[in-house]
């Protein structure tokens, strides 16, 4: 039997001003740091160790591992990036106001592209380059539903943190509000309809305690003390 901690970043810059993020890279306020260690005293009372940590190409994400982490005595446990675990990408929408696109769009098109499993964002022209995806050999998305970017994020489960989990090692996930919910509907079978109610907060883990065969023994949302 192992643990599995997910945890979605800190609060960010783009979180603060109501900003649709998606693969932007957007740091974490003062908040979103003290949100993160905070995580990480909550999960150091409960003495958890990790066999190691997985998060994204995002700053928002590495650096609330490494807070955490750094609040558990940890740091020196291995840190895998990846891009799978990047924020779904949210296309023509990224850097948008989210009240300026709902006041443009309406309220249920904003939630469907928000929180629907299949709805792509409106698709960017050309996908941008960035330096940072080069030596990956992948088309970097020009938007993404949540289908997308479970189907993306499935192989890492599968290559690197099952195998961990199926060794008996503790993992650490800290990545994204819709690539932690399609890690959720994928970990909990959730159907496709029901998936636009599952919200991940920042900075609120939550612990599963898988059996051998990765089945959830049980689940626990800790709330941060506000
Ligand atoms: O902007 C984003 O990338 C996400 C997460 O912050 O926003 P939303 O919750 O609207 O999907």
Redesign the pocket.
Known sequence: MARLVIVRHGQSQ??LAN????WTDSPLTPHGIAQAQAVGRLLAQRGYQYGAVHTSYMQRAIKTANLILAAQDQLYIPMFKTWRLN??H?GALSGQN?AAVKAKVGAAQLQAW?RGYTAVPPQLPRAQHEARYDRLGVAIPRAESLAMTERRLVPYWQDQIAPRLLAGQDQLVVA???SLRALIKYLEGIGDAEIDRVEVPNAEPIVYQLDTRLQIQTKEIINQPS
Do not use: C, L, M, V
């Open positions: 783009a979180n900003i649709f993020t998606g924020e779904r949210y989210k928000r994204h509000g819709s």
